[in-house]
């Protein structure tokens, strides 16, 4: 077997994957690759120089690509039995998600000699508290089926806020809907096709399940002037804006930053360059794992973004040899940026030393930005620690302890039977970080603060716990910088907000927190 496959992801100490998992992992991999490339691809097109038609095929395009990526990575996740990250993602800028909804479908409506249309009204938050997928699917689904029984005729997604609430109508020209799926709908029951097409009434079902899931209602009518009309209801608890900010409202600064680059694939390069060049980061690319091994021992860098699989020497096998060396680049932050994501993969990517884990592709250019500042130990437009040392001379605001309408959303979003699994994995989580943190600062143990913190930002994030988060963010950054003296007293109310957010995981999965370990409890 060749150096740069995965065979070295699984060295002594790690578990090996069934056939069945094995396979999972091959094939996640591989569509994830398939999926970078793709969407890298549209990225680099010169859209300038193609005419209008052709332009609008790419915009469609360029969204069905993102939402297929979205889809993908899902279901292989779930496949994978990693369901609470399905659900990390909670917020949608909602500018962003109509421009890529417009180009998608205008496109598709084009084709088919028709015309769709979006229309806004009243005053519309910035940012929806709903998982963008989720969202994607159910409104896909019906302007899909709108699509598919007006053909070339137009059809209409209109937005508007009502009574603090959100409204997303759809409507068709068609023959609208018959009163037997208007009624199998409200009764819960199959819906069968409607009109000369088939296929639709798995698409409404679809549409009607995930509605439900995000605590929303989907209404079926016609028109009294002929048509089908679809609603979606969003109540106020589940669009009601964070505190979060629009993906580009922020974009990181990362001046002066030199990033190694470790990617054997040209495209995947390019869009990095790109990326991180508009960022006004300082980008060198190494093609192959001695390339970037040779370039580590040439130049000083603040941060390797190394990818796994590479020829000659696997990202495993760099990351392993870096942290073996004496100096001060074994002490350099490496994050591995890959399409091997599920969990035994994970395992062994953390084994060989790598700070975190980036995942392909790129979905937005501002988190991965605000990560690779993490990771450095920069600010990330989060609190500083001496926000938490000094709160009194600081006006920075570090959020809710718990959006509690941000973690009904993500059970919601799991559903009745899978909400109970989730709060049972979540629990065992986070109480696994608090014995890990706790005994990482009692011995000043720094790659340990880092990897925990790492773990408990992502969970906070998912959950609705800002404060949390950002506490968190503050002891990861103090970690990076060696601030070894302050570390106790960062870590003391970041132990008690998680020792909270413990108790609460466990209220709503119904059984009894163990004693707190710092008072002596079983």
């Known amino acids: 077997m060749a150096e740069g496959s995965m065979a070295p992801s699984h060295p002594p100490g790690v578990s090996q994957p069934d056939a069945r998992d094995d396979t999972l992992q091959l094939f996640s991999h591989d569509i994830r690759s398939a999926m970078s490339d793709v969407i890298g691809g549209l990225r680099l097109l010169d859209r300038h120089r193609l005419p209008p038609e052709a332009q609008l095929q790419i915009d469609r395009v360029q969204a069905a690509a993102d939402t ?30 109509l421009s890529a909804l417009e180009g998608r479908w205008s496109g598709r409506a084009r084709a088919a000699g028709g015309h769709f249309v979006i229309t806004r009204d009243g005053d519309l938050p910035p940012v929806l508290a709903v998982p963008q997928l989720m969202l ?9 089926n709108a699509l598919i029984h007006a053909p070339g005729g137009v059809v209409t997604l209109d937005m508007r806020d009502v009574d603090a609430g959100v409204h997303l109508t759809i409507r068709d020209h068609g023959p609208g809907f018959s009163p037997q799926m208007l009624a199998m709908l409200g009764e819960g029951s199959d819906i069968g096709a409607h009109g000369p097409h088939a296929g639709a009434g798995l698409g409404l079902r679809i549409a009607a399940s995930l509605t439900g899931e995000i605590g929303g209602r989907l209404l079926l009518s016609n028109h009294p002037d002929g048509g089908g009309v679809a609603r979606v209801i969003l109540p106020a608890g589940v669009v009601a804006p964070s505190q979060a900010q629009p993906d580009n409202a922020h974009i990181p600064d990362l001046a002066g930053l030199r990033i190694l680059v470790a990617e054997d694939n040209l495209t995947n390069q390019t869009i990095l360059r790109q990326i991180l060049g508009r960022m006004r980061a300082d980008v060198t690319c190494a093609a192959d794992g001695l390339a970037a091994l040779d ?6 860098f603040d941060i390797a973004l190394i990818d796994i699989e590479m020829p000659r020497l696997s990202g495993l096998q760099v990351m392993a040899t870096v942290r073996a060396r004496h100096d001060a680049v074994a002490k350099m932050p490496m994050v591995a940026l890959t399409a091997y994501v599920l969990r035994d ?16 592709p790129i979905s937005s250019a501002a ?57 049972q994995r979540l629990h065992e989580d986070l109480s696994a970080v608090l014995a890990a943190l706790d005994q990482g600062v009692a011995a000043a143990d720094l790659a340990q603060i880092r990897g925990q913190t790492h ?25 990076k910088r060696r ?12 132990r008690a907000d998680l020792l909270g957010l413990i108790a609460t995981v466990a209220g709503q999965a119904g059984f009894v927190t163990p004693d707190d370990p710092a008072r002596g409890g079983g």
Not at 68 to 86: K, M, W
Not at 383 to 396: F, K, M, T
Not at 483 to 494: E, G, N, V, W
């Open 68 to 97: 297929l990526a979205g889809l993908v990575d899902g279901a292989l996740l779930a496949a994978a039995g990693d369901r609470l990250f399905q659900y990390d993602d909670q917020e949608l800028d909602l500018a962003a998600w």
């Open 136 to 144: 994607d699917r159910i409104i896909g689904n019906l302007i899909a």
């Open 295 to 300: 370039a580590l021992s040439a130049t000083r």
């Open 345 to 360: 993969n994970r395992e062994a990517i953390y084994a060989a030393g790598a700070d975190g884990i980036i995942g392909k």
């Open 367 to 423: 988190d991965f930005g605000r990560a690779i500042l993490r990771y450095v130990g920069r600010p990330s437009g989060l609190p500083e620690p001496e926000d938490v040392l000094y709160p009194a001379r600081s006006s920075a605001a570090f959020g809710k302890v718990l959006d509690h309408d941000r973690f009904d959303a993500l059970l919601a979003v799991a559903g009745a039977t899978g909400a109970p699994e989730l709060l």
């Open 455 to 479: 773990i408990l930002i992502a969970l906070s994030g998912a959950v609705g716990a800002d404060r949390l988060y950002r506490l968190a963010e503050v002891l990861n950054i103090a970690a």
């Open 483 to 494: 601030r070894m003296a302050d570390l106790a007293a960062l870590y003391a109310p970041c």
